[in-house]
């Protein structure tokens, strides 16, 4: 078993910048493929991106554009999202997620096992 606990989401301006932090316990934290969600009303949670180890590159799905950036703390067995530039369409539950895996396709929220609790973003304009 894994378990996410998610922090750092709020309320912020748009053009600001959040940084949200998800860490996990119960599995070995280098083992495991971490990723971040978001989700608004009435839609499926939205692939945002995803790290496999810390020394890999993190992949981002195309809305990010150079906004978004994933780091990972294996020391600390936490990841995080800084947002930048963000914009009122941003707005949604940011979730972190994780599976067991190497691998940089795992983009769909079916794919994976463990998920945090949430943590609301609103960007307002």
């Known amino acids: 078993q894994v378990q996410l606990v998610e922090s750092g989401g709020g309320l912020v301006q748009a053009g600001g910048s959040l940084r949200l932090s998800c860490a996990a316990s119960g599995r070995i934290f280098t083992d495991l493929v971490m990723a971040w969600f978001r989700q608004t009303p009435g839609k499926d949670r939205e692939f945002v991106g995803l790290?496999?180890?810390?020394?890999?590159?993190?992949v981002y799905a195309d809305f990010v554009k150079g906004r978004f950036t994933i780091s990972r703390e294996n020391a600390n067995n936490t990841i995080y999202l800084q947002m930048n530039n963000l914009k009122p369409e941003d707005t949604a539950v940011y979730s972190c997620?994780?599976?067991?895996?190497?691998?940089?396709?795992?983009?769909?929220?079916?794919?994976?096992?463990?998920w945090g609790q949430g943590t609301q973003v609103t960007v307002s304009s």
């Open positions: 997620a994780a599976r067991w895996g190497d691998s940089t396709t795992f983009r769909r929220y079916y794919e994976y096992r463990f």
């Open positions: 790290s496999v180890r810390s020394d890999t590159t993190p």
